[in-house]
């Protein structure tokens, strides 16, 4: 799979090994929630900012210096729960990486489709979402091949604190960036 930030950040983030991310969500205020992606060592690699439980859903995906890699927009008021991924800070329809959509905006089981560029047009996506709503646990594919796996740590306790933690694994040569961005995706869709 090719990379989709490589450009952006100017190194390799798609490892040729599997590779373990815990994530943290912390909601600062009742309109601000900003996530954190650590290696299984400590080390800082991502940072998410952004509204939440507003009308601008909007997502600044950052490397750990604070630089924009990735902005992440969402269709407020629709069924089908549509975003797009923009390169850097742009907002340009030129510059989208990937969108992402609700394959049915009435279903039992979460089933979310990503395409790559502006080819949401396609019948066939690149990438697929599968997982359960009673949790935002899911497993990312490409084809029939699993890219990735989230768990969601849930206790009431974290939620009633503002914080929650997920673990990701990532597997081998797949971007963990694009991985992350599409949890934070999924956990904004989810958010009541």
């Known amino acids: 799979m090719r990379s989709l930030l490589l450009v952006w950040l100017g190194k390799a983030i798609a ?4 590779l373990e991310l815990i994530v943290r969500k912390k909601i600062k205020k009742l309109s601000n929630a900003q ?3 650590f290696d299984l060592s400590g080390n800082l690699l991502l940072q998410i900012d952004g509204g939440v439980w507003n009308f601008q859903l909007k997502r600044v995906l950052r490397d750990p210096a604070g630089f924009p890699i990735l902005t992440m927009r969402g269709k407020v008021l ?3 729960h549509k975003w797009k991924a923009h390169a850097g800070e742009s907002t340009d329809d030129s510059n989208v990486l990937f969108t992402v959509k609700q394959s049915h905006p009435l279903q039992i089981k979460k ?3 990503v395409f790559l560029t502006n080819s949401s047009k396609k019948k ?3 990438f697929h979402i599968t997982g359960a709503y009673t949790s935002l646990s899911f497993k990312v594919y490409e084809g029939r091949r699993l890219i990735a796996e989230v768990k969601h740590s849930f206790t ?5 604190k503002g914080k929650e933690k997920y673990r ?3 597997y081998p040569e797949v971007d963990y960036a694009f991985i992350v961005a599409l949890l934070v995706i999924l956990d904004e869709n989810d958010t009541p």
């Not at 490892?15 to 599997?18: A, D, H």
């Not at 009431?156 to 009633?160: A, D, N, Q």
């Open 124 to 126: 066939e996506p690149d």
């Open 156 to 160: 009431l306790e974290s939620f009633c």
């Open 78 to 80: 629709t069924l089908w």
């Open 111 to 113: 089933a979310i489709n």
């Open 35 to 37: 996530f954190e992606v």
């Open 168 to 170: 990701v694994k990532v």
């Open 15 to 18: 490892p040729l090994y599997p």
